[in-house]
């Protein structure tokens, strides 16, 4: 989609974190590779030993590997995504007509998450304040909020959290640092009639009036909607500091010590957070998710149909898992509060797979392979019981063979998962250099067939 030129300083900035982030953990990929993600498994006892396992307070979000992002604000009313006020230079007093015209009288908060639900998230995280700085929850702090400045009156923040309580995903909310609205905030070309807002900049002596009304905010949603996450974004505006992000940091922590925060507050946070793409070799060491939309917009945007297959995006939760992190896979609602017909369509599609296949991807740690698989991809669980591989084979071998490369363990069983829910045993033998399965000549799904091996022993991968 088309974006302005900060846009793309943005990226490069986000592109050198990571960048340092994969070079800090080298001077070899390979080294670097070879490290494991931590991971708490589900229901079974951890006999995991790193540092990160003491971090109870990720355990839950480790084993959740795939949640849903939703950008939805007054945005949808234009349907030019997120960024239009500042893309389509709007005019502050303008853009507040939006919220007169948001009027979602088909939202449905428990369609919404039996669709996340469904699709088989774990996670739900929902923007309360976007980069616009339209709040989409009820706060005393501002009365450009969603209930007091639209015809609409009510807080869907409220509703989704209820919501997800009731069906079992974690609430999250989103919000942004950068305000293009706020008094407090001076736009980067402040133009009355053709304005540019992003990156703002602290109007001056104004910094400690908002960080006060953030702060204010910020306490409003831990209390009224106990969010599991805080996802933070817009920290590149001007003036933001590591310092600044470290404070509100530990300040959100002392409301709730059990709350995520992930590194987008700046200088501190609990996990990295690429977007758009998956890290060649994940982040090891780091906790880590990366956000990615279905089409090429986050906010809804009605001339984007541009969307990815289910397929794609299957392999990509796939990839992501194998490499020890989340996908937080977007959808953008439209004004009426639906949440599009294409996207629901590919959430259904991947839910049906996880629900068939999810054991080798909810609770699982990265591959141990170094070298990526020819033919898919891999994770690993390690409990009390021994250590078990699932390989989840994209392209399926012709000759009935598939090697497994360097695994020296002998196998305690292999199987492969059905939609049944039968386990089809199947004959394994170990080779010098790895392990041949004899699987079945035709693959048991299209997409990404699984099969899973119990291994004796200690893992031995060489
Ligand atoms: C930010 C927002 O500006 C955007 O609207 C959306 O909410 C997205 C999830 O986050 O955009 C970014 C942030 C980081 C990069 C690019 C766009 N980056 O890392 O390249």
Not at 97 to 104: I, L, S
Not at 276 to 289: A, F, K, T, Y
């Given at each position: ?18 960048f ?28 995991k ?9 990720m ?12 950008h ?24 507040e ?8 009288t ?28 339209f ?6 702090a ?6 007091k ?29 950068m ?79 059990k ?16 977007e ?14 990366t ?38 896979l977007n ?109 079945p ?5 299209k ?8 291994i ?7």
């Open positions: 989609m088309e974006q302005t030129n900060s846009i793309y300083s943005k990226m490069i900035y986000y592109g050198r974190i990571l340092a982030v994969i070079g800090l953990s080298v001077t070899g990929l390979v080294a670097a590779n070879a490290a494991q993600q931590v991971n708490n498994t589900v229901g079974k006892t951890n006999t030993t790193t540092a990160k396992q003491s971090d109870a307070r355990a839950w979000w480790q084993d959740a590997r795939f949640g849903m992002f939703i939805w604000g007054i945005y949808a009313v234009p349907a030019h995504a997120e960024w239009y006020m500042t893309n389509g230079h709007v005019p502050r007093g303008k853009y007509e939006y919220a007169k015209q948001f009027d979602p088909k939202f449905n908060a428990d369609q919404w998450v039996k669709i996340a639900k469904e699709a088989g998230m774990k996670y739900l995280v929902i923007t309360s304040k976007h980069h616009d700085g709040c989409m929850f009820n706060t005393k501002t009365s450009y909020n969603v209930v400045a639209t015809p609409w009156h009510k807080d869907p923040l409220l509703a989704l959290s209820r919501a997800c309580h009731r069906y079992g995903v974690r609430f999250c909310v989103y919000y942004s640092i305000d293009w609205h706020s008094p407090d905030q001076l736009a980067a070309n402040p133009d009355a009639e053709n304005p540019t807002y992003n990156p703002t900049s602290f109007v001056p002596g104004k910094k400690e009036a908002y960080i006060a009304y953030m702060k204010a905010e910020l306490k409003e949603l831990i209390d009224q909607y106990h969010p599991a996450l805080i996802w933070f974004d817009g920290e590149w505006m001007n003036g933001w500091t590591d310092q600044d992000g470290r404070n509100l940091y530990g300040y959100l922590r002392s409301l709730d010590p709350l995520i925060i992930n590194n987008r507050i700046k200088g501190a946070g609990d996990y990295e957070t690429p758009q793409q998956i890290p060649p070799n994940g982040l090891p060491g780091h906790d880590w998710e956000c990615m939309t279905i089409n090429g917009s986050w906010g809804y945007n009605a001339e984007d149909h541009n969307w990815k297959s289910a397929d794609t995006l299957l392999h990509n939760l796939i990839d992501i898992a194998s490499k020890g992190g989340n996908y937080l959808v953008g609602p439209d004004a009426t509060g639906v949440i599009p017909q294409p996207e629901v369509q590919r959430l259904k599609e991947m839910g049906a797979w996880l629900k068939i296949n999810g054991q080798a991807i909810y609770g699982t740690m990265a591959s141990p392979f170094t070298e990526q698989l020819p033919w898919g991809r891999c994770t690993r669980e390690t409990t009390t019981e021994g250590t078990t591989l699932n390989l989840l084979v994209f392209d399926w071998p012709k000759d009935g063979k598939l090697f497994v490369p360097k695994l020296k363990n002998p196998i305690a069983d292999a199987y492969l998962l059905t939609v049944s829910g039968e386990h089809k045993q199947l004959k394994t033998v170990n080779s010098n250099d790895g392990v041949i399965i004899f699987v000549p035709v693959a048991p799904d997409i990404a067939s699984v099969i899973v091996l119990k004796k022993g200690a893992l031995q991968v060489e």
